[in-house]
């Protein structure tokens, strides 16, 4: 017995540790399913965040998440500043709750996607995106999140492009004293003038029934809205390049594109003078 009493007491200060709880952590499962090792009704957090650098540096959050049973969508969007960006450079964010059929429309887009414990190796200069699930009852800093194809990961890129639409797209134009918010619609040159968010630029008077601005970059003449219309209407005249808006009637003219209408004071256009500030409107 007294030769093996040292073994004994090795084999009790190497146990001591876990007999205390201060043993090695039970390694993570391995890569996980979505659909199947994680339930959809487990789901509480999706993030999908990328940024660039070139060009107008651009940052882009897209969120899903339960909150009190209520599912919902929120995007944010900084661009203009320097790189990296921080909250002082958000241009544009909203939220939009989200009906039973968008939350399973989301579903299927991660469906069979993989969820893999989450790293902290990103390499410097990676612009993402990065995407990150969580789930109840999973892992407390979530895990990484892989889409099952690409096609899936650009049909969720459209889907939440949809959904951003959906409740934003509206715009206010200010000059300080007077002020205009337009719905835009969903044409091309809206979203482009929109993507420029937010502008201080000059307006000028033109002719008797409009006022129009030059942005710093050109507008997406694609696929443009032909028509004529009344005050509160907004457009692009491509040939020159201009955003109108109208106090007045006006009629259908080769190369002007209808982006939208005013929601509240279609009746200060007219009264817009000097520098004017074009931001979202919430």
Not at 48 to 76: K, L
Not at 208 to 235: H, M, Q
């Amino acid at each position: 017995m007294r030769r093996f009493w040292p073994v004994f007491c090795v084999m009790l200060l190497l146990l001591a540790p876990f007999a205390r709880g201060e043993g090695p952590s039970p390694a993570p499962k391995g890569d996980m399913a979505v659909g199947t090792d994680i339930g959809f009704s487990a789901v509480t957090d999706f993030y999908y965040t990328y940024e660039t650098s070139t060009a107008v540096s651009q940052y882009q959050r897209y969120r899903f998440y339960v909150e009190n049973g209520e599912r919902f969508f929120y995007h944010e969007t900084r661009a203009g500043g320097s790189w990296p960006q921080t909250e002082e450079d958000i241009t544009v964010r909203g939220t939009v709750a989200l009906t039973q059929d968008q939350w399973d429309a989301f579903c299927d887009l991660i469906r069979g996607g993989t969820a893999s414990p989450r790293t902290e190796s990103l390499d410097d200069g990676d612009f993402g995106p990065w995407l990150f699930i969580y789930w109840a009852g999973g892992e407390a800093q979530g895990r990484e999140f892989s889409f099952k194809t690409m096609e899936k990961r650009s049909e969720f890129e459209e889907f939440c492009a949809a959904l951003r639409g959906e409740n934003h797209m509206r715009i206010k134009v200010s000059d300080g004293k007077h002020a205009v918010v337009y719905q835009l619609n969903d044409s091309p040159s809206a979203h482009s003038l929109y993507a420029m968010l937010p502008l201080e630029i000059e307006v000028e008077d033109y002719g008797s029934n409009e006022k129009i601005f030059y942005p710093e970059r050109e507008i997406d003449a694609a696929d443009g809205i032909e028509g004529g219309g009344g005050a509160g209407d907004l457009a692009l005249f491509s040939p020159w390049g201009n955003v109108v808006m109208y106090y007045g009637p006006f009629s259908a003219y080769p190369g002007l594109y209808l982006m939208g209408q005013a929601l509240e004071g279609a009746d200060q256009v007219g009264a817009l003078s000097g520098t004017i500030r074009v931001e979202a409107a919430p």
